[in-house]
């Protein structure tokens, strides 16, 4: 599980979840909501890494 607040630079952030498909069976990342370049980033991920799921930190939040 990642946690992810603020927008890294895009070439780390991408090996990151490339180190992630590689050794995880999944991977979940927090995002603040639903509406930043972070989500935005790992949507367009998801289309190569499909073992994503992204979470809004409000449902988490909420738990």
């Not at 498909?21 to 909501?33: E, H, K, L, R, S």
Request: net charge neutral; no cysteine.
């Amino acid at each position: 599980m990642e946690i992810e607040l603020s927008m890294k630079a895009k070439e780390r952030f991408k090996q990151n979840v490339i180190d992630n498909f590689n050794n995880y069976y999944g991977q979940i990342w927090v995002v603040p909501d639903l509406q930043t370049n972070i989500y935005t980033f790992l949507a367009d991920m998801k289309n190569s890494y499909p073992n994503i799921k992204i979470i809004p930190i409000a449902e988490v939040k909420s738990i």
